[in-house]
């Protein structure tokens, strides 16, 4: 049992560091709040614990034996190891391929905008057109504008594109334009917590509560929904400066 229990931790604490280190990395680089919440990645994650960190430390312990031979030993747990890894490069694949890499203000919400919501030759596009705003593989996240084209004719492709499920204006980093500039559009669609859209009444009135326990006015329009792949959040601005003093939950 000693033996076991000792085969157990080492590939315990192995496992985990390994995990923690890879979780750690993309949380404070890009799926810091409010990226975690709104990518909605919790089913990947558990997976990546449930393999490595429950069920492959599990089977070490089962199949570790003082009197097993060692070459017979390695080879168990080589494979346990090579299952571990399948799952680990499968999971920090899928949450590479998802970070969050923008915080786009357009129209009348604010989206998040992952990696895989932007193409290769939309990529291209911004690096060519849009050098300073475009993604690059080390981009971390930003906030921006991103308003359809003044041109009648191109405003009207990408509708129309976006209508049919393809590309919208926030996959398209050709025409991003710095936070600051979309300020005052910004301001315009400020609205009251109970005037939001994507929030139902009892959302509605969890969020007021949360404001006011945070010294927040709720009869004030300063408040934009902030939506992604998880449940929708509240972003709530100071209505002189129209920055942003406090992104909020409603589940």
Do not use: C
């Not at 009197?67 to 999971?91: C, F, H, M, N, W």
């Amino acid at each position: 049992m000693g033996f076991r229990l000792r085969a157990l931790g080492l590939h315990l604490l192995a496992s985990a560091t390994a995990l923690a280190l890879i979780l750690g990395t993309l949380y404070l680089g890009w799926y810091h709040w409010p990226g975690w919440y709104l990518t909605d990645v919790t089913q990947v994650v558990m997976v990546m614990v449930g393999v490595d960190v429950v069920v492959g430390p599990l089977l070490t312990f089962i199949i570790a034996r003082a009197t097993k031979p060692r070459r017979e030993l390695v080879r168990d747990i080589a494979i346990i190891v090579s299952v571990q890894l399948i799952a680990l490069i499968y999971g920090s694949a899928s949450l590479w391929n998802g970070r969050p890499l923008y915080y786009a203000f357009s129209e009348t919400v604010l989206q998040l905008v992952q990696a895989y919501d932007i193409d290769a030759a939309q990529a291209q596009a911004g690096r060519r057109q849009n050098p300073d705003l475009a993604p690059h593989w080390y981009s971390l996240p930003r906030w921006i504008w991103a308003p359809l084209p003044k041109d009648p004719q191109a405003r009207q492709e990408i509708v129309a594109a976006a209508i049919g499920g393809g590309d919208d204006v926030i996959s398209m980093p050709q025409f991003f334009k710095p936070w600051v500039e979309g300020l005052p559009e910004l301001h315009s669609h400020l609205k009251k917590v109970d005037d939001v859209a994507y929030f139902g009444r009892s959302d509605k009135q969890r969020l007021k509560e949360r404001l006011r326990a945070a010294g927040y006015a709720t009869d004030q329009a300063n408040s934009i929904t902030l939506i992604g792949r998880g449940h929708p959040l509240l972003a709530v601005f100071d209505s002189g400066s129209v920055k942003i003093v406090g992104i909020f939950k409603a589940r």
